[in-house]
């Protein structure tokens, strides 16, 4: 199939407790389960995500979690214990559009924001939108927000590892990735370090989303 972008590819290697939790909260599809490794694949446009998840999964034993079909993107989550088996799919799905992994997107980090001792108000507001844990007032929040969307997803996962945190807020699909963390300053900061350091690592094409 001619003209597919390649927007987001990567690869969770270990699903976090929480990052676990949250996606079971919203996946559409099958769940995933603790421990399990996970890809994310956004292309444009939005209907070729059929043929990238016709494509792995007949050639592997992963199970999708998500496949959202925008008018402009779609994207795929796949998710195994056997992280070879999750590796397989991305080839696959690679081999069968003639590309390579370093023709996605860089991820582009547009917010990153740290807001200490959180306003009752405020709170409540972000309770009320979240799909994760709750954040009380007082507490530091943490918000990132990043372009292609299904970074985010990465992103929550190695802040998880970094710190202890709650996950409040995560989406991986759309225009632009958001995510909502909740907890201390002092972990927050180093779920901020996280977060960017995992993103920062992803090599691809030049991302101009500030001209877009």
């Given at each position: 199939m001619a003209?597919?972008?390649l927007r987001t590819f990567c690869y969770i290697d270990v699903l976090q407790p929480q990052?676990?939790?949250?996606l079971q909260t919203?996946?559409?599809g099958y769940q995933p389960l603790e421990g399990q490794a996970s890809l994310y694949v956004e292309v444009a446009p939005g209907m070729a995500i059929n043929t990238v998840t016709?494509?792995?999964l007949k050639q592997t034993t992963v199970t999708p979690g998500f496949m959202i079909v925008e008018r402009s993107y779609g994207m795929l989550e796949v998710h195994d214990f056997d992280q070879g088996q999750v590796r397989n799919a991305g080839d696959a799905i690679l081999d069968y559009f003639g590309i390579k992994e370093t023709d996605r997107l860089k991820?582009?980090?547009l917010t990153s924001e740290i807001i200490v001792g959180l306003e009752g108000h405020?709170?409540?507001?972000?309770?009320?939108?979240?799909?994760?844990d709750l954040i009380t007032e007082n507490q530091t929040l943490y918000v990132l927000e990043c372009h292609p969307a299904g970074y985010a997803a990465i992103a929550c996962n190695e802040a998880?590892?970094?710190a202890n945190i709650n996950v409040l807020e995560m989406v991986a699909m759309g225009a632009y990735g958001r995510l909502y963390l909740g907890g201390d300053t002092a972990n927050l900061e180093e779920a901020a370090k996280a977060c960017l350091h995992a993103l920062a690592?992803?090599?691809?094409?030049?991302n101009n989303i500030v001209s877009e």
């Open positions: 003209g597919v972008e990052t676990t939790g949250f919203v996946a559409p016709d494509t792995c991820p582009a980090v405020q709170a409540m507001l972000i309770n009320r939108m979240r799909h994760g998880e590892k970094a690592s992803i090599e691809g094409r030049e």
